[in-house]
């Protein structure tokens, strides 16, 4: 059985964005001879994550309002406490509300493939989470099967 490791990359916003990256998923396929199996999908970063639901402008706002819900930028963390850390370097944000709502999402999606194609249901897109942008991402894909 064949397996495939592909990065897809992704320039981010400010703070909290939200991406679509069920089309570069598919082309990475695509790109292979795997007409069934799965897609390992996995976020590389400590402040990004990965969900599977509706890519929807209205959705994406009340997702990123329940996010700064769950960890305010604006509470306090031992983690922002900069000065009192070791081997930090000096562009350091402090981000701590960013690693907890990542936490509260997932890192890694796992996603049937099924004649050559992502088998997502009818509203259902990958969504990469940017939570302390902007940066340079790297989404990792690993495509095995047959």
Do not use: W
């Not at 969504?127 to 690993?142: H, I």
């Amino acid at each position: 059985m064949p397996i495939i490791n592909k990065l897809i990359e992704i320039e981010t916003q400010p703070k909290i964005n939200i991406h679509n990256i069920t089309p570069q998923i598919q082309d990475l396929i695509a790109s292979t001879s795997i007409i069934n199996g799965q897609v390992l999908v996995f976020s590389r970063h400590t402040t990004t994550a990965l969900a599977i639901n509706e890519y929807e402008e209205r959705l994406l706002e009340d997702i990123k309002v329940y996010l700064q819900k769950l960890a305010p930028e604006s509470d306090r963390y031992l983690h922002n406490d900069l000065h009192l850390r070791e081997n930090i370097p000096p562009d350091e944000p402090m981000n701590a509300h960013s690693h907890l709502m990542a936490m509260t999402l997932s890192t890694s999606e796992v996603i049937p493939i099924v004649d050559g194609k992502l088998g997502l249901g009818t509203y259902q897109s990958v969504l990469f989470f940017e939570l302390d942008g902007p940066r340079k991402r790297t989404v990792f894909c690993q495509i095995s099967g047959e």
